[in-house]
């Protein structure tokens, strides 16, 4: 199961005010954070397990179970009473979503996909294709059985394709 401060982080390359004292407050935890157990959890991440222990009271798990405590013992990211308070002094969701910035996680999407987004992360954008000004090839691999490639060679024979040739690579026989 995924924790539940992953599933509700933001990404890293998101719009940060830096004027707002809870921001400050959490950049302030990241420099005294520097080179302990915590400095091993990207930045976003754990931005996300400070605002998800402030919020929510729950102490986050640590991603990285092989990685211990000086004194051998496991590590755990507790600092509750210090982010519930930030929590409760900035009261309410201090975090904002925003439709103006879009976060698509390294998918592909069609151009009709996309809203009025004014910042977009992580988008792989794909035209349809285009047989009129892109010529493609179909390339078979067959090493074993001759009768599936065939069987694939035969039903391309008998419909409406795009490709512009097929090309069957077997491997060489003697029989």
């Given at each position: 199961v995924m924790p539940a401060s992953l599933v509700d982080h933001i990404?890293?390359?998101?719009?940060?005010?830096?004027?707002?004292?809870?921001f400050k407050s959490?950049?302030?935890?990241?420099?005294?954070?520097e080179g302990t157990l915590f400095d091993a959890v990207p930045y976003d991440y754990r931005i996300s397990q400070m605002a998800h222990e402030g919020r929510h009271g729950t102490v986050?798990?640590?991603?990285?179970?092989?990685m211990t405590n000086p004194d051998g013992r496991p590590a755990r990211l507790h600092r509750k009473k210090k982010f519930g308070m930030w929590w409760s002094r900035y009261a309410g969701n201090p975090l904002k979503?925003?439709?103006l910035v879009a976060n698509f996680a390294e998918s592909n999407y069609l151009m009709k996909h996309l809203r009025n987004e004014a910042l977009v992360?992580?988008?792989?954008?794909?035209?349809?294709?285009n047989p009129h000004t892109h010529q493609i090839s179909l390339v078979v691999?067959?090493?074993?059985?001759?009768?599936?490639?065939?069987?694939?060679l035969s039903k391309l024979e008998n419909s409406n394709h795009f490709f512009r040739e097929v090309v069957v690579v077997e491997n060489s026989r003697d029989d």
């Open positions: 990404n890293g390359n998101a719009v940060y005010n830096m004027t707002h004292p809870l959490i950049l302030k935890e990241l420099r005294a954070e986050p798990e640590f991603p990285f179970r092989w979503e925003s439709r992360h992580g988008l792989n954008v794909y035209e349809p294709l691999s067959a090493w074993d059985d001759r009768r599936q490639h065939r069987n694939l």
